[in-house]
């Protein structure tokens, strides 16, 4: 169930079409191409983060 902010009303998972809202055709539910969650995100984030240091660390003992 969502909520439209246009219509000012809730509607139905079952009655959302692709997500959207059947009266104003609002997007209303994140679909599969919705955006990714921030934990998900923030996951890659820091396992760049972690890798980029990893490099740093042989490259300063390949260099030593
Ligand atoms: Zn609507």
């Known amino acids: ?12 998972d079952d009655d959302a079409v692709d997500g959207a809202c059947p009266t104003c055709g609002t997007q209303i539910i ?10 998900f995100r923030l996951m890659i984030v820091a396992t760049a983060v972690y890798l980029v ?12």
């Open 53 to 64: 240091w990893r490099a740093w660390q042989l490259i300063t003992w390949l260099t030593h």
């Open 30 to 39: 994140d679909g599969p191409s919705g955006p990714m969650p921030w934990k």
């Open 1 to 12: 169930m969502a909520w439209c902010d246009a219509c000012d009303r809730l509607v139905e």
